[in-house]
């Protein structure tokens, strides 16, 4: 039988993509896209959406039932930069919307499950470079508390109750066609859009700051692999390291100049570069490379010449259209 998949979060940068991608593998309307609201007309329009209260169990489960559910993404939730401004908010919706679907697994109403961690998981007492699976975490963000706690409740679920719920570590992503929303790592897709749009970015991370990135194609080519491996080769049940690459804002505007010469940045550092330093600068992502042959393919130029190519066909066209 084939699998109905809801996506939970469909509009935001990662979900409106692992959308597209999941109705081109799995069948158009196999792929029920969900919000809270309708923020993203590309999604909207392009197929089956629905309105869906991730913080509201009822509300989930009556889509699940509508559309005889099997497999949920969860990919809603408050971002780190977000969620220091509203703690409370980013607890509750990371934490209950987390809850309902690992319930709705428990209950045999879903099969599967897919949520997304994140590097922000570790803290100013790890381990910076290469940073192992098993390492000391202590979470500085409340968006880290919530990643880090999330885990060991997946983990539960899986041993206690066998839910086969699936996760990965996400670095900083990288893309194009949805802006990110609230994250530290933010900047490395607002520097190309201002590159295009203002030949100017001013950074609020400082320019030596290594983060942990990963062009979305890589992310969701990951998020489908761990999501289509056998059961048994998924030996972790919390959440997977899972590494790409790793650069500074200078480097990524170094490899910018390389395309748009004229190119300037000045870095003006925030409450987010605190953030940032309690974070690693690279991971070692070994687990997911032998469990279920994780292997990435962009790197710092790739992703420089795709995001500058994309982007200024976007903007051509939208100035196209206003005129
Ligand atoms: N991209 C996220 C953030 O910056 C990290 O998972 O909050």
Redesign the pocket.
Known sequence: MKSKILIIGACGQIGSELTFKLRQLYGHDQVIASDISYSNLDIVNSGIFEIVDAQNYASVKVCVEKYGIDTIYLMAAM???TGEKFPMKAWDLNMQSLFHVLNLARAKFIKKVFWPS???VFGPTTPKEYTPQYTVMEPSTV?GITKQVGERWCEYYHNKYGVDVRSLR?P??ISWKTL?G?????YAVEIYHKAITDGFYDCFLSEKTELPMMFMDDAIKATVDIMAASNDAIKIRSSYNLAAISFTPHEVAESIKTHLPDFRISYTPDYRQDIADSWPKSINDAYARQDWKWKHAFKLEDITKEMLLQLNKKYSAALKEFN
């Open positions: 971002l780190s930069a994140s590097i922000a968006y996400y900083g992503i990110p609230g994250g530290t790592t933010d």
